[in-house]
Structures are given as C-alpha cells and as structure tokens.
C-alpha cells in the first residue's frame, strides 16, 4: 500500500464494518510512514469532533485539505531519500 491508497482508504479506517485485512495493511503503511500516521491521528480528532456535535461526515475542504498536506509531504520525503541515494 502507498500513500494515495492509505488517504483513498483512510476513512474506511474508523468504520466498523471495515475487513480485517484491510485494516491490517492500513496499520502496516503507517508502521514505516510518519505522515500517514499523523494524518490519521488528525482525521480522528476530526471525526471525534464532528461526532461530538452529531455530524458524522467530514466535509470535503477538510479531506481535501489533509489530503493536499500528506501528497506534498510525502513527495518531499521520498525527493530526500533520493537525493540522498545518487
Ligand atoms: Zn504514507
């Protein structure tokens, strides 16, 4: 699993109904990527929030949002290691 595909699949994340096997390879991604992670802990809090105040979509600007930060962060990321190779 890459990055886009963890954002594609993070929200399936907090579902209960989410398979097992996908869940295990969403915690396999954040293992070896930190952005990820803080990703999910954010969209938790986020989630946390909105469920608080009986809202449970996210909107769009926010998922977007997060999803605009990860990309550049891990594209910077893997520029480094790069770089860092030739
Ligand atoms: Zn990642």
Do not use: W
Not at 2 to 31: K, P, V
Not at 53 to 77: D, N, T
């Amino acid at each position: 699993m890459n990055c886009t595909e963890f954002l594609a699949n993070l929200t399936d994340y907090f579902d209960a109904q989410t398979a097992t096997a996908l869940r295990s390879e969403l915690e396999q991604h954040m293992a070896g990527c930190e952005h990820c992670t803080v990703t999910l802990n954010t969209t938790r809090q986020t989630i946390e929030i909105y469920r608080n105040k009986e809202l449970f979509e996210l909107p769009e600007s926010i998922h977007e949002r997060l999803r605009q930060a990860v990309l550049s962060k891990c594209a910077a990321k893997m520029k480094r290691q790069k770089l860092k190779q030739s």
